[in-house]
């Protein structure tokens, strides 16, 4: 791994996939925060570093686009890296390319650093650092447009299980991505591989909570929020 540029081989195994040998939402999530939890270790801020200074790293937005989701059995490359930090927000960027080095996924994920005990990015142990990164001085925050929920939505129920929580005591980030996707049918994701996806994170989701989704489903766009927790949203 470069210093800067965290850079991995892998194989998609079937454990990575949807029943259609696609690459999962879920585990593309997975995979980048792989990237970035690896390089803020090496540089000695990552989960236990921080947690022991009462503070914990916490996603707050993602933004992708997919050219073409990996396959089951494809050998592909990951690649992730710290962009230039404003105002306590940390973009990584990350990629993933085919073995050919076709571009396959670019995109983005906002994090914050968060008081473990205020739940408060502006909380007393949150320790103001600045991370390495290949981008030049005076790199601009990734923006990354709103997500806006449709007029009309459909409702379901959803409950917080115990292997979808995390250390951080809450449901992980990308499990959100998990309960979006099973909203809808089989035969709908047959038909529509994933072309992007963004997810807007606003509010914890605790263990054992009930919620409601609010969803929508079009030809183009899957749509899923939940008030005052999240909002996410797959393009087809």
Request: hydrophobic residues 40%.
């Amino acid at each position: 791994m470069d210093e800067l540029i965290y850079r991995r081989e892998h194989r998609v195994l079937m454990r990575d996939c949807d029943r259609f040998k696609r690459l999962k939402p879920s585990a593309m999530l997975t995979m980048f925060q792989d990237g970035s939890e690896t390089l803020t270790e090496g540089w000695g801020v990552g989960l236990g570093a921080m947690m022991a200074r009462g503070a914990i790293w916490v996603a707050a937005k993602m933004d992708y686009t997919v050219t073409r989701p990996p396959r089951h059995e494809e050998d592909i490359v990951i690649f992730s890296w710290a962009g230039r930090c404003r105002a306590g927000i940390f973009p990584f960027q990350n990629r993933i390319e085919d073995s050919q080095g076709n571009e396959l996924v670019r995109g983005v994920s906002l994090w914050v650093l968060s008081d473990m005990e205020a739940r408060s990015m502006l909380g007393e142990n949150v320790p103001r650092i600045t991370l390495p990164s290949p981008e030049p001085e005076g790199t601009r925050l990734p923006r990354i447009p709103a997500i806006r929920a449709p007029e009309e939505c459909q409702h379901a129920s959803r409950r917080v299980m115990f292997s979808e929580t995390d250390i951080n005591g809450h449901l992980t980030n990308t499990r959100y991505l998990d309960w979006m996707t099973d909203l809808a049918p089989a035969d709908f994701h047959r038909d529509h591989p994933m072309q992007g996806l963004r997810v807007e994170y606003r509010g914890e989701i605790a263990p054992e909570e009930e919620v409601v989704l609010d969803w929508a489903l079009s030809d183009e766009r899957l749509y899923c929020g939940c008030q005052g927790k999240f909002a996410a949203e797959l393009y087809f």
